[in-house]
């Protein structure tokens, strides 16, 4: 799905929709949607969202807008959706525990450094006293790292050519 059209996420929806007994081929349908990288095809990858399935609800919910945002390697659009109504349901189903750690895992996988100020924000209007500041310091420490690791990457790109 990397490189797929719309088309081709049609067809592993398709797929993953009929596979209604096998769990783990449909998951595997279901998880190669996450690897998309065109913008309407992230939007209607997070849209389908597979939690709602008999099948996989379990096992995708926890880790579904995760999985898009990593995969995608569009974090910032992840995110975006993640604020509107994702981000209620996503509330909605989660627990105490699950709360403190699901939007500041969706954080690591930005490779941006301002966006550790955007997570200190929304961690001390959204995320409970007692673990706001160990969630947030490890997911802003998960950003400071991909933004070193991304700035050295594209100069030993650089230094190769």
């Known amino acids: 799905m990397r490189n797929g059209n719309a088309e081709t996420w049609q067809q592993l929806r398709d797929l993953g929709l009929k596979n209604d007994k096998r769990r783990k081929r449909k998951q595997n349908y279901y998880d190669a949607l996450a690897f998309a990288t ?10 389908h969202r597979p939690w709602t399935d008999r099948v996989c609800r379990r096992v995708v919910r926890s ?6 945002a990593r995969e995608s390697d569009r974090p910032d659009l992840v995110w975006g959706i993640c604020q509107s109504e994702t981000l209620r349901l996503c509330w909605r189903r989660s627990n105490a525990l699950g709360a403190n750690t699901y939007i500041p895992s969706l954080f690591t996988f930005f490779t941006d ?8 924000s929304f961690a001390s209007t959204h ?9 947030s310091k490890l997911a802003a420490d998960e950003i400071r790292f991909r933004a070193d690791l991304r700035k050295r990457l594209i100069e030993q790109v650089g230094a190769l050519k």
């Open 38 to 47: 065109d913008p309407a095809l992230i939007k209607k990858t997070l849209a």
């Open 63 to 68: 880790f579904w807008l995760s999985k898009v």
């Open 127 to 135: 995320l409970s006293e007692a673990k706001r500041e160990d969630r």
């Open 113 to 120: 450094p301002n966006r550790t100020e955007e997570l200190r």
